[in-house]
């Protein structure tokens, strides 16, 4: 906050969540800083606890970036499906298991949490895990690897005298790309 009063920059980005922003603002409004022009994200700007009137002499005029939410098809399917037995060698899942469920599914000498019994189910006891219903930075990424994935595809696909570079190379004939690629 002192800086904030001191300071001639009149612009604040916040990365921040819902619940990181609340006690900051409190103490923000009974420092009655004003004439701040507030760049936000998804995670707090549209958080409805702050569009209440002794908000706005604050946060009105904010600019809120938001993420846009899609449907990713079958995403709710593969999720049933996610456990232990089923992906062995996945170390996410193992992590997963221990964080919801403080226990180890596959236990060693290395781990000190007990074995879990097996019959663990992400659908009876983490619904949160389970809500699809609105995958903002999931389908960010989804669409991302789909990015980078065609792009690919299509670079692998290129051919001599045909391709989308300089000259008209495809990847064949651009070792620079090629190294690139390999590297990503």
Not at 72 to 79: H, N
Not at 81 to 101: F, G
Not at 114 to 132: F, K
Not at 173 to 181: A, I, K, T, W, Y
């Amino acid at each position: 906050m002192k800086v904030m009063r001191s300071s001639t920059a009149k612009v604040v980005l916040v990365f921040a969540f819902e619940g990181e922003m609340t006690p900051f603002l409190r103490d923000y409004m009974t420092q009655n800083i004003t004439g701040i022009q507030w760049v936000a994200i998804n995670a707090w700007v549209t958080a409805s606890v702050f569009s209440g009137r002794e908000y706005y002499p604050y946060l009105g005029g904010t600019i809120g970036f938001s993420i846009r939410k899609g449907h990713i098809s079958r995403l709710g399917d593969f999720l049933q499906t996610v456990n232990p037995k089923r992906y062995p060698d996945n170390v996410l899942v193992h992590e997963l298991w221990e964080s919801l469920y403080g226990c180890s599914p596959f236990p060693s000498s290395v781990t000190q949490m007990p074995p879990c019994s097996g019959q663990e189910s992400l659908l009876e006891q983490h619904s949160a895990y389970m809500n699809t219903s609105s995958p903002r930075f999931s389908y960010n990424v989804y669409k991302a690897v789909y990015a980078i994935a065609h792009s690919l595809h299509n670079l692998l696909l290129c051919q001599p005298g045909r391709g989308p570079f300089q000259n008209s190379y495809g990847t064949g004939r651009n070792p620079v790309l090629s190294v690139q690629l390999v590297t990503m």
